[in-house]
């Protein structure tokens, strides 16, 4: 009986997984110019020393060739990473859900001493000169920021610094500096 010739390049790469999919752009897309780039300026900027032992080579090719049955139970990921380290993690640290690496731009930006700019771009005069938001609900979100917590104060942030964004580009590219001479 004769072998099968080996399927074409192509054909394999239909065959890989979506979550591996997935994981290859956010490695090609967020990971360098993102995640390492933000935790490398942080860490530096509080004279911590980071590591990142996970970006060995011979590891990110060992878990790019794991089956996603492997790579995720259910909606838990890094299992196998939780499994390989059990008996050398105490188990509230080994259970913990993981967590999103925030920078607290929520806090820096918007809350108890924001910036002079960010205060400028965000009072009520620019806000109605640039036509987009209305200055009485975004006096409102700003005055949330100090007493929301958990999703609250993310969502905040994230609405708040997209008006932030919103105004300074209206003032730049669509209804020139409202700010005057």
Same mark, same amino acid.
């Given at each position: 009986?004769?072998?099968?010739? %080996?399927? /074409?390049?192509?054909?394999?790469?239909?065959?890989?997984?979506?979550?591996?999919? $997935?994981?290859?752009?956010? #490695?090609?897309?967020?990971?360098?110019?993102?995640?390492?780039?933000?935790?490398?300026?942080?860490?530096?900027?509080?004279? &911590?020393?980071?590591?990142?032992?996970?970006? $060995?080579?011979?590891?990110?090719?060992?878990?790019?060739?794991?089956?996603?049955?492997?790579?995720?139970?259910?909606?838990?990921?890094?299992?196998?990473?939780?499994?390989?380290?059990? *008996?050398?993690?105490? /188990?509230?640290?080994? #259970?913990?859900?993981?967590?999103? +690496?925030?920078?607290?731009?929520? %806090?820096?930006? +918007?809350?108890?001493? =924001? =910036? *002079?700019? &960010?205060? $400028?771009?965000?009072?009520? @005069?620019?806000? @109605?000169?640039?036509?987009? +938001?209305?200055?009485?609900?975004?006096?409102?979100?700003?005055?949330?920021?100090?007493?929301?917590? *958990?999703? %609250?104060?993310?969502?905040?942030?994230?609405?708040?610094? @997209?008006?932030?964004?919103? &105004?300074?580009?209206?003032?730049? +590219?669509?209804?020139? $500096?409202?700010? *005057?001479?």
């Amino acid at each position: 009986m004769e072998a099968l010739p %080996e399927p /074409p390049a192509d054909l394999a790469l239909l065959a890989r997984a979506p979550l591996h999919d $997935d994981l290859l752009f956010e #490695q090609a897309s967020r990971l360098d110019g993102w995640v390492l780039g933000m935790g490398d300026r942080l860490s530096m900027a509080h004279s &911590v020393e980071a590591r990142v032992p996970f970006l $060995d080579h011979r590891l990110v090719d060992l878990a790019a060739s794991l089956p996603p049955r492997r790579l995720l139970k259910g909606t838990n990921e890094k299992w196998i990473l939780r499994a390989a380290m059990q *008996g050398d993690l105490p /188990p509230a640290l080994a #259970q913990r859900r993981k967590r999103a +690496f925030m920078a607290p731009s929520t %806090e820096w930006l +918007f809350g108890a001493s =924001p =910036p *002079g700019w &960010v205060q $400028d771009a965000l009072s009520p @005069a620019r806000l @109605a000169a640039a036509h987009v +938001f209305d200055p009485k609900a975004v006096a409102k979100a700003l005055a949330r920021v100090p007493q929301a917590r *958990g999703l %609250e104060a993310m969502a905040l942030g994230m609405s708040l610094t @997209a008006v932030l964004s919103t &105004v300074i580009w209206a003032e730049q +590219f669509a209804v020139g $500096d409202v700010r *005057g001479p």
